[in-house]
Nanobody, 114 residues
Framework: VQLVESGGGLVQPGGFLRLSCVAS????????MHWYRRAPGQEREFVAS????????NYADSVKGRFTISRDNGKNTVYLQMNTLKPEDTAVYYC????????WGQGTQVTVSS
């Protein structure tokens, strides 16, 4: 299982970013995918998930209405569109392929600051 995130960076409050995670080493279309994040000094926390078949989504309350998770099975890629970013969204964002794969990407840094 290999997951490679990209798209992080420095953005001002109220701005937006789109994260991407390219997957390989497994049948991407058969698995749900998740995004997690770890803020400085905090535990890693769930952000969003998307199912493999129906594309149903789930979000943490802290990002609901601002973030959108999506996937393109033809490109083996899962996305996280992040709008109206806040300083508290500053974190390293990770792509995760859940059980039974339990694979993590290396993470991409998102910094929200003026």
């Amino acid at each position: 299982v290999q997951l490679v995130e990209s798209g992080g960076g420095l953005v001002q409050p109220g701005g937006f970013l789109r994260l991407s995670c390219v997957a390989s080493g497994f049948t991407f279309s058969s698995y749900g995918m998740h995004w997690y994040r770890r803020a400085p000094g905090q535990e890693r926390e769930f952000v969003a998930s998307i199912s493999s078949n129906t594309g149903s989504t789930n979000y943490a309350d802290s990002v609901k209405g601002r973030f959108t998770i999506s996937r393109d099975n033809g490109k083996n890629t899962v996305y996280l569109q992040m709008n109206t970013l806040k300083p508290e969204d500053t974190a390293v964002y990770y792509c995760y392929a859940p059980y039974p794969l339990r694979g993590w990407g290396q993470g991409t840094q998102v910094t929200v600051s003026s």
